[in-house]
């Protein structure tokens, strides 16, 4: 067993190891750092870019008159065409009277059927085999079914009539809406998509010729579609493809979507649809995803016998055209400049989130400058969940993407020989680590000497005891 004078000289020699250390530190803490000049409040920095701009993707062979992708997360055009184009589409109606019935009521609110609605029900042939009769009462998930599934106009009317008792106050709602969601292109005059044309006096005029007075765009109709994906209600009716529901005591409804086939054909991309037909020509809603892109298409005035086939092409042509991917790393850091503290504690930079950005496979798809905006002055003490800044991207169809910095270490409250010492240890991970290992020898050496002292305290009170002992005998 080593002695007590060894511990002794063992503990010394790293205490004095351990204060020399310190003492650099002083000496490191008492040099003034060299201030660096904060970033700008709106500083522009250059790097790489593409020169292609291209964001659109090619023509696609499909046969609707009019179609629009855009990508959700941003809300950003991926495939247009004729999308400014103003005319009736009927699917817009529908999908606008089964929003705000999302919006308004339960699933299992009972709706009793009016003679209007009846006697729009009287001019259906839904599959599932359910006769709408005139006092008739369902659920409201029943009727949004079979609109969605069958483009049901008695479901419909029903559904508006329920809300605000007849459809002229329905649509006015449905007129109010399209205006709290921008969609400035768009006159609702009723809640089923039927053609509205001026009443004329002269019975030689052609039809033909009459402007609808019930219009709307792609673009309106893309926002629309984005909004009902969103809406949790509706995204579920509008991703089932087949389901059975429970009609009273003994009805039984099967209800298929027209477009269910879409679900196994577009192999999981397609993942909700929506199909309106009107003069022999389609209208759809589909929403899913493509290389990890969540997507919305809308199509209009299309082929029956192509409807399914438009819409796998579009999800296709997106899939082999785009890409998702980084635009910056969390943690990684940023190079375009650094920050101070008001009293000239220098410290760099680090992104706070992963951004990811949808581009062209074949581009980068972005200009050559970036913003940095500070937001300093900073006073100690800085968290690293602080955000100090923002860069922002942008790219070459305008589109702005703003993303946080944070420090890339903490900054303490005070500038005093300790903190800086805890500064540089946060800089120099292996400094730490020697440090740590120095004070973990220390420890042990110091427990042995604790133990060496604690054995001898014992041997000396057994002599003390066994001295009385030998005393008390001999008397």
């Given at each position: 067993m080593v002695s007590v004078s060894a511990s002794r000289i063992i503990a010394r020699i790293l205490l004095a190891c351990c204060l020399s250390m310190i003492a650099g530190f002083s000496g490191l803490a008492l040099q003034t750092p060299q201030p660096i000049a904060a970033a700008s409040s709106a500083t522009e920095l250059t790097v790489p870019s593409e020169t292609d701009t291209s964001i659109l993707m090619p023509a696609i062979d499909q046969s609707s008159e009019a179609a629009l992708v855009i990508e959700t997360n941003r809300q950003r055009h991926l495939f247009e065409l004729n999308t400014t184009i103003s005319m009736n589409i009927p699917a817009s109606a529908k999908l606008m009277t089964a929003l705000i019935a999302c919006e308004r009521l339960s699933l299992d609110t009972q709706i009793t059927i009016s003679s209007v609605a009846a006697e729009a029900a009287s001019q259906e042939q839904p599959l599932d085999g359910i006769t709408i009769n005139s006092g008739d009462k369902y659920p409201l998930r029943y009727l949004l079914c079979r609109l969605i599934c069958y483009d049901s106009d008695a479901a419909a009317l029903a559904i508006a009539e329920q809300i605000a008792n007849i459809e002229d106050q329905f649509v006015e709602l449905m007129n109010a809406k399209a205006a709290n969601l921008q969609m400035t292109g768009t006159v609702y005059k009723n809640c089923t998509g039927q053609p509205v044309y001026p009443e004329i006096s002269d019975l030689s005029v052609d039809i033909q010729i009459l402007?609808?007075?019930?219009?709307?765009?792609?673009?309106?109709?893309?926002?629309?579609?984005?909004?009902?994906?969103?809406?949790?209600?509706?995204?579920?009716?509008?991703?089932?493809?087949?389901?059975?529901?429970?009609?009273?005591?003994?009805?039984?409804?099967?209800?298929?979507?027209?477009?269910?086939?879409?679900?196994?054909?577009?192999?999981?991309?397609?993942?909700?649809?929506?199909?309106?037909?009107?003069?022999?020509?389609?209208?759809?809603?589909?929403?899913?995803?493509?290389?990890?892109?969540?997507?919305?298409?809308?199509?209009?005035?299309?082929?029956?016998?192509?409807?399914?086939?438009?819409?796998?092409?579009?999800?296709?042509?997106?899939?082999?055209?785009?890409?998702?991917?980084?635009?910056?790393?969390?943690?990684?850091?940023?190079?375009?400049?650094?920050?101070?503290?008001?009293?000239?504690?220098?410290?760099?930079?680090?992104?706070?989130?992963?951004?990811?950005?949808?581009?062209?496979?074949?581009?980068?798809?972005?200009?050559?400058?970036?913003?940095?905006?500070?937001?300093?002055?900073?006073?100690?003490?800085?968290?690293?969940?602080?955000?100090?800044?923002?860069?922002?991207?942008?790219?070459?169809?305008?589109?702005?993407?703003?993303?946080?910095?944070?420090?890339?270490?903490?900054?303490?409250?005070?500038?005093?020989?300790?903190?800086?010492?805890?500064?540089?240890?946060?800089?120099?991970?292996?400094?730490?680590?020697?440090?740590?290992?120095?004070?973990?020898?220390?420890?042990?050496?110091?427990?042995?000497?604790v133990i060496a002292c604690a054995t001898r305290l014992t041997r000396l009170i057994h002599l003390i005891i066994l001295e009385k002992k030998i005393k008390s005998s001999n008397k």
């Open positions: 402007k609808d007075q019930q219009f709307t765009t792609l673009e309106d109709m893309a926002i629309l579609a984005y909004q009902a994906v969103s809406n949790q209600t509706l995204n579920e009716i509008l991703a089932t493809p087949s389901q059975f529901i429970i009609l009273g005591e003994s009805n039984l409804a099967f209800l298929q979507n027209r477009l269910s086939d879409l679900w196994t054909r577009s192999e999981g991309m397609i993942k909700g649809a929506f199909y309106c037909e009107w003069m022999n020509r389609t209208y759809m809603v589909a929403f899913g995803s493509a290389n990890t892109i969540s997507l919305v298409a809308v199509t209009a005035a299309g082929s029956r016998s192509e409807a399914e086939n438009d819409l796998i092409a579009l999800f296709q042509g997106c899939k082999n055209f785009y890409v998702s991917t980084p635009l910056v790393v969390a943690g990684d850091p940023f190079t375009g400049g650094k920050e101070q503290t008001i009293d000239g504690e220098v410290f760099g930079l680090v992104y706070k989130q992963t951004v990811y950005y949808v581009r062209p496979a074949s581009s980068l798809y972005l200009k050559d400058t970036i913003l940095y905006k500070s937001f300093g002055p900073f006073s100690r003490p800085i968290q690293r969940s602080m955000t100090v800044g923002q860069v922002t991207f942008e790219l070459y169809d305008g589109t702005k993407i703003a993303v946080d910095v944070v420090p890339d270490r903490q900054i303490l409250s005070s500038i005093s020989i300790v903190d800086y010492a805890l500064n540089e240890l946060q800089r120099n991970s292996n400094l730490t680590i020697l440090l740590v290992i120095c004070g973990c020898l220390l420890i042990l050496v110091l427990f042995w000497q």
